[in-house]
């Protein structure tokens, strides 16, 4: 195959006149093995040919203008020290196409249990539905990204992209699901480590919005102004420190209205562990009106056999009314931590009360001092109590 020895740059590979079919091949000046091909469509594609164990081999190393005349110098200098080292890099690039895109391995890898060779439970359906979001908005264009072309820069790329379109939370909540999917390659020996593994999240402040004695009362009186269901929900997320997932779900099987007790089960809690959550008299109250009306096995039940789904307008307009700015429904989880810590409940019974397994996880929601939940659930009752409202 006769080829012409030539100095090899953008300008000069450019002007140079497309064949009238097929290509016509060019050898570079600067870099032994470094080969260009002419397309007869005008493309210019960058080749490493050598000749391997007495056969010629052409490695394809990328297209004029994706990669510049240097960045393709660098990787045949790279491929040929790789080739001498005894790496059969053909191989290892017949194999890469083999690899599945990140879009069928990410769905494979949401049809696996929560944690692989632990605990081999189903994934919560609001994760599992978080985790969908984050695959079919920020991360729809890596849907068809090879498995292979997936390197730290890439991740890296991706993350910034995302903090500056889509704001920092959802970039770090896309990097822990690209983490997740590149590890369970690690686990089936399709990548040699996790490219994402190194790859640093943005610093978040942690929120430390909780409600003042006079914000509680303002935002009760509100929720009770809006009715049913956002007054019974506001209370018994607060007065039991509990997730909103949790309290929109709240079954009836689930509740001992004699003995005061909320009880989760493993697949209804975070943490995947079993639950045990002490109710205070006032939330019992509550409990206990809604079940003279009871009309389903869920205590806020929604069309048909289902939960409800939670009421954002009627808890944004009972915000507004209250006059709250920058305040979220978890922050009251946040507010019954910080009401309970300062009024000298052990920190560890908080924590428990939270369900954390962490107690530097329950120092984010309460920022003071260390009996038992019920001694904690008995403070935030008090301090509702003291907001002037009556449930």
């Known amino acids: 195959m006769p080829t012409e020895r030539i100095q090899f740059s953008k300008r000069v590979l450019e002007r140079i006149e497309p064949p009238a079919k097929n290509r016509v091949w060019y050898r570079d000046a600067g870099c032994p093995g470094l080969w260009a091909a002419k397309f007869y469509t ?7 040919y050598a000749k391997i164990r007495g056969r010629p081999e052409r490695l394809r190393i990328g297209r004029l203008g994706e990669i510049s005349v240097e960045e393709a110098r660098r990787e045949c200098i790279r491929l040929a020290g790789a080739v001498a080292a005894g790496v059969d890099v053909a191989a290892e690039r017949r194999a890469a196409r083999r690899l599945p895109l990140f879009g069928e391995l990410a769905d494979r890898y949401l049809e696996q249990p929560n944690r692989l060779g632990r605990d081999r439970q189903a994934r919560r359906p609001a994760t599992l539905a978080k985790y969908k979001t984050f695959l079919g908005n920020g991360l729809a264009d890596w849907r068809l990204k ?5 390197n730290r820069q890439a991740v890296e790329e991706l993350v910034t992209r995302l903090g500056s379109e889509r704001g920092r939370t959802t970039a770090n909540g896309s990097l ?34 909780h409600l003042s004695l006079d914000e509680l009362g303002r935002l009760l009186t509100a929720a009770d102004n809006a009715g049913d269901p956002i007054a019974a929900l506001t209370r018994l997320a607060i007065l039991p420190a509990a997730r909103r997932s949790n309290v929109v779900q709240m079954r009836w099987c689930d509740i001992n209205l004699d003995e005061s007790r909320w009880r989760l089960s493993a697949e209804q809690m975070k943490a995947g562990k079993p639950h045990d ?27 048909g ?73 008995e403070a935030v009752a008090a301090y509702v109590a003291a907001a002037k409202v009556q449930p």
């Open 305 to 377: 056999s289902r939960p409800i789904a939670f009421p954002y307008r009627q808890w944004e307009s009972a915000l507004e009314a209250a006059g709250l700015d920058d305040f979220r429904f978890h922050d009251l989880r946040r507010t019954a931590a910080t009401i309970a810590s300062g009024a000298g409940t052990p920190i560890t019974a908080v924590s428990r009360l939270l369900a954390h397994s962490q107690l530097t996880t329950t120092s984010v929601y309460a920022r003071a001092a260390d009996e038992s939940t019920r001694q904690a659930v």
């Open 42 to 48: 005008g493309v210019v594609v960058f080749f490493r």
């Open 176 to 209: 822990k699901f690209v983490r997740a999917v590149l590890e369970y390659a690690v686990e089936l020996e399709m990548l040699p480590a996790n490219p994402a593994s190194r790859v640093k999240p943005f610093a978040m402040q942690s929120r430390g919005r």
């Open 277 to 303: 959550i002490p109710l205070a008299d006032s939330a019992v109250e509550i409990l206990r009106r809604r079940l003279a009306t009871r009309a389903s096995d869920y205590v806020f039940p929604g069309r």
């Open 146 to 150: 090879p498995l292979a072309s997936i």
